[in-house]
Nanobody, 123 residues
Framework: VQLQASGGGLVRSGGSLSLSCAAS????????MAWFRQAPGKEREFVAS????????TYADSVKGRFTISRDNAKNTGYLEMNMLKPEDTAVYFC?????????????????WGQGTLVTVSS
């Protein structure tokens, strides 16, 4: 499975941005898709995840109520809708996937990774 992330850019504080993660290859209902981010000088951190079949979601506390993770089965694509963006949301965002249901935040348990897309939020 290959993942292609897109949609990053520059936005002002309070604005919105939507990221996409297109998956090529076979996925299934038990797959988990997630978004992680890495800010300059910081470690990669969990943002949100979704169980592909049932659409159950998990969010980091820092983005709850502002970000929404979703998927389109027909397009085999996942999304991260980001609203009320803050300067501290500035980071490279990565989509990741694994075969198996996982509700946690450990990046090392995700096998497939996209290339990352930069989100910059200006104050």
């Amino acid at each position: 499975v290959q993942l292609q992330a897109s949609g990053g850019g520059l936005v002002r504080s309070g604005g919105s941005l939507s990221l996409s993660c297109a998956a090529s290859g076979r996925t299934g209902s038990s797959w988990t898709m997630a978004w992680f981010r890495q800010a300059p000088g910081k470690e990669r951190e969990f943002v949100a995840s979704l169980i592909w079949g049932g659409a159950a979601t998990t969010y980091a506390d820092s983005v709850k109520g502002r970000f929404t993770i979703s998927r389109d089965n027909a397009k085999n694509t996942g999304y991260l809708e980001m609203n009320m963006l803050k300067p501290e949301d500035t980071a490279v965002y990565f989509c990741a996937a694994r075969n198996g249901v996982y509700f946690g935040a450990r990046s090392e348990l995700f096998v497939f990774w996209g290339q990352g897309t930069l989100v910059t939020v200006s104050s």
